[in-house]
């Protein structure tokens, strides 16, 4: 099967040939990736893999020099009303949580919906209600983010990403910058987020969330995927040199 040829089947998210550089430095080196509708794909590899850059590509916060980017078969836009249209289908989670600090939990959750999607006031408020209910933070909904943990700021981040109803959702490291007894909240949300049936991409180092949530774990190194498998067969029989020395660091 050839990955150029727009009649080969195609996933919700398709990278093919993707190559991007800082400078001298290449970070994505020929990327082909094909995320099936409801999938959950754990990327892994060493800091400075190209991870980061990789979930960034893919909402378009990073240009790529060449290589293609489909959204539900559609090239990304570069620019204008699609593109934050294009923003809103791809839900982002970061390390650092990134929630307004002016605004409350609540607003925090209605903004995109209100601005982006266009959502009438109430109907937006509601949804965010339930959605803050769903991660186990509606008591919260009046505060500030400064006033909560970082684990409830976190399931707040991936609450006001849902409310976009995201066709995709992308976590990068969700949980690093958690303390470790909050580390397991913030996973329990994204476990259910996957046994529902949302599409994620998730770069994590918790092997315990890729082998419970991931359909396909994907190895990143220097820029390439070097190996990728279901989890199973990724965590026990690793092919690649490179991976078995990073699962040998991190296990
Ligand atoms: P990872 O997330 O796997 O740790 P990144 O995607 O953040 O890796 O980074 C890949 C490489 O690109 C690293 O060498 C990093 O230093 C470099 N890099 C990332 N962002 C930039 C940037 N904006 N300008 C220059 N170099 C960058
Ligand atoms: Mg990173």
Same mark, same amino acid.
């Given at each position: 099967?050839?990955?150029?040829? #727009?009649?080969?089947? !195609?996933?919700?998210? *398709? /990278?093919?040939?993707?190559?991007?550089?800082?400078?001298? /430095?290449?970070?994505?080196?020929? @990327?082909? /990736?094909?995320?099936?509708?409801?999938?959950?794909?754990?990327?892994?590899?060493?800091?400075?893999?190209?991870?980061? #850059?990789?979930?960034?590509? @893919?909402?378009?916060?990073? +240009? %790529? *020099?060449?290589?293609?980017?489909?959204?539900?078969?559609?090239?990304?836009?570069?620019? =204008?009303?699609?593109l934050a249209r294009l923003r809103a289908d791809v839900g982002?989670?970061?390390?650092?949580?990134?929630?307004?600090?002016?605004? #409350? @939990?609540?607003?925090?959750?209605?903004?995109?919906?209100?601005?982006?999607?266009?959502?009438?006031?109430?109907?937006?408020?509601?949804?965010?209600?339930? /959605?803050?209910?769903?991660?186990?933070?509606?008591?919260?909904?009046?505060?500030?983010?400064?006033?909560?943990?970082?684990?409830?700021?976190?399931?707040?981040?991936?609450?006001?990403?849902?409310?976009?109803? +995201?066709?995709? %959702?992308?976590? *990068?490291? +969700? !949980?690093?910058?958690?303390?470790?007894?909050?580390?397991?909240?913030?996973?329990?949300?994204?476990i259910d987020l996957a046994k529902q049936g949302m599409t994620?991409?998730?770069?994590?180092?918790?092997? =315990?969330?890729?082998?419970?949530?991931?359909?396909?774990?994907?190895?990143?190194?220097?820029?390439?995927?070097?190996?990728?498998?279901? +989890?199973?067969?990724?965590?026990?029989?690793?092919?690649?040199?490179?991976?078995?020395?990073?699962? =040998?660091?991190?296990?």
């Amino acid at each position: 099967m050839s990955d150029s040829g #727009t009649l080969t089947k !195609t996933g919700l998210v *398709d /990278l093919s040939g993707v190559n991007k550089h800082f400078g001298e /430095l290449h970070v994505l080196k020929d @990327i082909n /990736l094909s995320i099936a509708k409801g999938e959950v794909v754990v990327v892994i590899g060493p800091s400075g893999s190209g991870k980061s #850059t990789l979930c960034r590509a @893919i909402n378009r916060l990073e +240009p %790529i *020099d060449t290589g293609e980017i489909r959204l539900d078969g559609e090239p990304l836009p570069s620019e =204008g009303k699609s593109l934050a249209r294009l923003r809103a289908d791809v839900g982002m989670v970061f390390q650092s949580f990134n929630l307004f600090a002016h605004k #409350t @939990i609540l607003q925090n959750v209605t903004l995109g919906p209100l601005k982006v999607r266009k959502t009438d006031p109430k109907q937006a408020e509601k949804r965010a209600l339930e /959605l803050l209910e769903r991660v186990g933070v509606a008591n919260q909904a009046s505060k500030y983010p400064a006033q909560l943990s970082g684990g409830q700021q976190q399931r707040v981040a991936i609450a006001r990403a849902l409310a976009m109803d +995201p066709k995709v %959702i992308l976590f *990068d490291e +969700p !949980t690093s910058a958690l303390d470790p007894e909050m580390i397991q909240e913030v996973l329990e949300v994204m476990i259910d987020l996957a046994k529902q049936g949302m599409t994620m991409v998730v770069v994590t180092h918790e092997m =315990g969330f890729a082998r419970t949530a991931a359909n396909r774990v994907v190895f990143m190194a220097d820029g390439e995927i070097v190996e990728q498998a279901d +989890p199973e067969t990724f965590f026990t029989n690793p092919t690649s040199r490179r991976a078995q020395d990073f699962l =040998g660091k991190i296990l």
